[in-house]
């Protein structure tokens, strides 16, 4: 069974507090996105990644950075976070398009709180 | 880029009842996928149907990549079918465009 986990389901942090987001995947995908998303906006990719200590910017990228040492691992970071961060954040991994087989799974979400 | 595109956006139904739901998409795609979004936030990966028809217990999907659409049908809902529905294409860059969705509440 595949496999997409997210470090905390609920997560409330501070105006400018540093926040790490942690998504794992068990299928050796080369591909890892990052989404958030907002009622009335749907899902907006803010950064993707095709292979490890690769990033790619996505529609939304201005206040994260992201991180991919290990194929399995993608993290999200918020610098300094902001009330207007608050939302659902939704990883997703999925193999590259080359072989016409890329179905994106997605993890359980974060939702996050930023006071 | 892409643009897709669902209807209704919003489907109320009582317990028993089938319904069916659309995708447009504005240009020619490699992949479909269908997602369930249940009322806790998790995406459940309901069908990868780039073309042709497939099904799934009371779930069946039919994409016509010719014709630019993809159609969901759900039969005998249930309950636990409420939630919202998308469909998502991928563009050339790997990248995944969903739809607007489809907001389903099925009724007891």
């Known amino acids: 069974d595949v496999k997409v986990t997210q470090s905390s389901r609920y997560l409330v942090k501070r105006t400018g507090e540093k926040v790490f987001l942690e998504c794992v995947q068990d299928?050796?995908?080369?591909?890892m996105f990052w989404y958030r998303q907002d009622p009335g906006l749907g899902l907006r990719l803010i950064y993707f990644?095709?292979?490890?200590?690769?990033?790619e910017k996505g529609d939304i990228p201005e206040g994260y950075s992201v991180s991919r040492e290990k194929k399995e691992r993608f993290s999200l970071i918020l610098e300094s976070a902001s009330t207007n961060q608050t939302s659902m954040y939704l990883c997703?991994?999925?193999?590259?398009?080359?072989?016409?087989?890329?179905?994106?799974?997605f993890g359980p979400g974060t939702r996050l709180t930023v006071l | 880029g892409i643009q897709v595109e669902q209807s209704p956006p919003d489907l109320i139904l009582q317990e028993g009842a089938n319904s069916t739901l659309r995708c447009n998409f504005s240009?020619?795609?490699?992949?479909l996928q269908w997602f369930h979004q249940n009322p806790w936030g998790q995406l459940i990966n309901l069908f990868y149907?780039?073309?042709g028809t497939k099904q799934n217990g009371r779930l069946s999907a039919t994409t016509v990549a010719t014709e630019r659409y993809s159609l969901l049908y759900i039969s005998s809902s249930q309950t636990t079918d409420s939630g919202v529905y998308f469909c998502?294409?991928?563009?050339?860059?790997?990248?995944?465009?969903f739809g607007t969705g489809t907001r389903l509440q099925v009724f007891p």
């Open positions: 998502a294409v991928v563009d050339n860059t790997d990248k995944l465009i």
């Open positions: 299928m050796d995908h080369e591909n």
């Open positions: 149907i780039p073309s």
């Open positions: 240009d020619s795609v490699n992949n």
């Open positions: 990644s095709y292979d490890v200590k690769m990033k």
């Open positions: 997703a991994s999925s193999l590259p398009k080359s072989g016409f087989y890329n179905e994106q799974f």
